[in-house]
């Protein structure tokens, strides 16, 4: 089960790592002041990385929790 809890943390990690470079992603295309079609585009690109990032990070935290309680 000790495995399960890292590799469930090291999961989690890579989901928060992922919901940073949204943030910096979404930050950098608003100080570019883009147009509004091309700042609607890149945000959809961004809102699609930020939800596999999300997911990544509640399995990694799903895996933590059950490596936990099967522990």
Request: some cysteine.
């Amino acid at each position: 089960m000790q495995g399960l809890i890292w590799a469930g943390a090291a999961l989690t990690v890579v989901g928060l790592i992922g919901l940073g470079y949204c943030i910096l992603r979404a930050a950098r295309a608003r100080r570019a002041g883009l147009d509004d079609a091309a700042m609607r585009a890149e945000l959809q690109r961004v809102v699609a990385i930020n939800l596999g990032a999300v997911g990544v990070s509640a399995l990694g935290l799903a895996a933590v929790v059950t490596g936990i309680l099967l522990g």
